[in-house]
Protein backbone atom coordinates (compact mmCIF):
# COMPACT_ATOMS: atom_id res chain seq x y z
CA UNK A 1 0.00 0.00 0.00
CA UNK A 2 1.52 3.88 -1.21
CA UNK A 3 0.76 6.57 0.62
CA UNK A 4 0.17 9.78 -1.68
CA UNK A 5 1.15 12.49 0.23
CA UNK A 6 -0.89 15.81 -1.08
CA UNK A 7 2.48 18.14 -1.27
CA UNK A 8 1.79 22.16 -2.57
CA UNK A 9 3.98 21.33 -5.44
CA UNK A 10 2.62 18.22 -6.51
CA UNK A 11 2.54 14.74 -4.73
CA UNK A 12 5.34 12.34 -3.33
CA UNK A 13 4.64 9.10 -2.89
CA UNK A 14 6.28 7.27 0.57
CA UNK A 15 6.11 3.52 -0.80
CA UNK A 16 5.14 1.17 1.47
CA UNK A 17 8.66 -0.64 2.76
CA UNK A 18 9.23 2.59 4.59
CA UNK A 19 6.27 2.49 6.16
CA UNK A 20 5.51 0.40 9.25
CA UNK A 21 1.76 0.10 11.16
CA UNK A 22 1.85 -1.16 14.92
CA UNK A 23 -1.77 -1.34 16.40
CA UNK A 24 -2.06 -1.25 20.45
CA UNK A 25 -4.90 -0.64 23.16
CA UNK A 26 -5.17 2.57 23.84
CA UNK A 27 -5.31 4.27 27.11
CA UNK A 28 -8.24 6.12 29.13
CA UNK A 29 -11.94 5.67 29.75
CA UNK A 30 -13.97 3.85 27.28
CA UNK A 31 -15.58 0.73 28.90
CA UNK A 32 -15.42 -2.27 26.73
CA UNK A 33 -14.59 -1.06 23.87
CA UNK A 34 -11.65 0.18 24.73
CA UNK A 35 -10.17 -3.22 26.52
CA UNK A 36 -10.88 -5.23 23.84
CA UNK A 37 -9.99 -3.05 20.61
CA UNK A 38 -6.58 -2.23 19.49
CA UNK A 39 -7.00 1.56 17.91
CA UNK A 40 -3.65 3.31 18.79
CA UNK A 41 -1.85 3.17 15.90
CA UNK A 42 1.86 3.87 15.76
CA UNK A 43 3.22 4.55 12.75
CA UNK A 44 7.33 4.31 11.88
CA UNK A 45 8.55 5.80 9.01
CA UNK A 46 12.51 4.67 7.71
CA UNK A 47 13.70 8.33 7.34
CA UNK A 48 17.02 7.10 6.99
CA UNK A 49 16.20 4.49 4.23
CA UNK A 50 13.98 6.41 1.98
CA UNK A 51 14.74 7.11 -1.12
CA UNK A 52 12.05 9.72 -2.20
CA UNK A 53 13.21 12.71 -0.01
CA UNK A 54 17.03 14.47 -0.52
CA UNK A 55 19.16 14.77 1.76
CA UNK A 56 18.42 18.22 3.14
CA UNK A 57 14.90 17.59 2.93
CA UNK A 58 15.85 14.45 5.23
CA UNK A 59 17.97 16.44 7.74
CA UNK A 60 15.28 19.14 8.09
CA UNK A 61 12.89 16.65 8.84
CA UNK A 62 15.44 15.26 11.65
CA UNK A 63 16.16 18.72 13.21
CA UNK A 64 12.08 20.35 12.98
CA UNK A 65 11.35 16.73 15.24
CA UNK A 66 14.27 15.35 16.60
CA UNK A 67 12.33 13.54 19.24
CA UNK A 68 10.11 11.82 17.45
CA UNK A 69 13.30 9.79 16.03
CA UNK A 70 15.26 6.61 16.94
CA UNK A 71 18.57 5.42 16.88
CA UNK A 72 18.16 3.46 14.27
CA UNK A 73 16.69 6.73 11.80
CA UNK A 74 12.88 5.74 12.28
CA UNK A 75 10.81 8.59 12.68
CA UNK A 76 7.96 7.57 14.84
CA UNK A 77 4.23 9.34 15.51
CA UNK A 78 1.34 7.61 17.65
CA UNK A 79 -2.60 8.71 17.91
CA UNK A 80 -4.81 7.14 20.03
CA UNK A 81 -6.80 10.00 20.04
CA UNK A 82 -10.04 8.85 18.27
CA UNK A 83 -12.22 5.29 18.82
CA UNK A 84 -11.91 4.43 15.50
CA UNK A 85 -8.33 2.55 14.16
CA UNK A 86 -9.11 3.92 10.89
CA UNK A 87 -9.77 7.27 12.01
CA UNK A 88 -6.11 7.23 13.95
CA UNK A 89 -4.36 5.65 10.66
CA UNK A 90 -5.74 8.69 8.38
CA UNK A 91 -4.44 11.53 11.78
CA UNK A 92 -1.54 9.82 11.61
CA UNK A 93 -1.07 9.76 8.12
CA UNK A 94 -1.79 13.44 7.75
CA UNK A 95 0.48 14.38 10.55
CA UNK A 96 3.36 12.69 8.42
CA UNK A 97 2.21 14.41 5.24
CA UNK A 98 2.13 17.80 6.90
CA UNK A 99 5.68 17.32 8.51
CA UNK A 100 7.04 16.26 4.69
CA UNK A 101 5.54 19.49 3.16
CA UNK A 102 6.83 21.63 5.96
CA UNK A 103 10.40 20.48 5.48
CA UNK A 104 10.31 19.95 1.81
CA UNK A 105 10.37 23.79 1.68
CA UNK A 106 13.67 25.40 2.19
CA UNK A 107 13.95 27.86 5.21
CA UNK A 108 13.64 31.54 4.34
CA UNK A 109 17.22 33.04 4.28
CA UNK A 110 17.20 35.73 6.78
CA UNK A 111 18.33 39.49 4.71
CA UNK A 112 20.11 41.46 7.48
CA UNK A 113 18.96 44.95 7.83
CA UNK A 114 20.24 48.20 9.19
CA UNK A 115 18.72 50.49 11.98
CA UNK A 116 16.36 53.34 11.79
CA UNK A 117 17.60 56.89 12.30
CA UNK A 118 14.41 56.83 14.56
CA UNK A 119 15.57 53.70 16.31
CA UNK A 120 19.09 55.05 16.54
CA UNK A 121 17.36 58.18 18.51
CA UNK A 122 15.23 56.21 20.49
CA UNK A 123 18.13 54.07 21.69
CA UNK A 124 20.43 56.95 22.39
CA UNK A 125 17.45 59.29 24.62
CA UNK A 126 17.14 55.80 26.31
CA UNK A 127 20.40 55.98 27.10
CA UNK A 128 20.64 59.10 27.87
CA UNK A 129 17.47 59.02 30.43
CA UNK A 130 18.98 55.59 32.43
CA UNK A 131 22.35 57.71 32.41
CA UNK A 132 20.53 60.44 34.67
CA UNK A 133 18.93 58.33 36.61
CA UNK A 134 22.32 56.52 37.74
CA UNK A 135 24.15 60.53 38.08
CA UNK A 136 21.22 61.10 40.67
CA UNK A 137 22.17 58.00 42.48
CA UNK A 138 26.11 59.70 42.80
CA UNK A 139 27.37 61.52 46.01
CA UNK A 140 26.87 64.79 46.15
CA UNK A 141 30.00 67.35 45.84
CA UNK A 142 30.89 70.44 47.86
CA UNK A 143 32.16 71.55 44.22
CA UNK A 144 28.51 73.72 44.07
Not at 59 to 65: P, V
Not at 99 to 114: A, D, N, W, Y
Request: glycine share 4%; proline share 6%; net charge positive.
Amino acid sequence: MNLPLPIANGTIVIPAADLYYEFSRAGGPGGQHVNTTDTRVRLRFDLAGCNVLLAAQKARMSQARPHWLTDDGLLVLTCDRNRSRLRNIEEVRERLAALIEQCLKPPKMRRPTRPTKASKARHKKAKKQRSKIKKTRKRATIDD
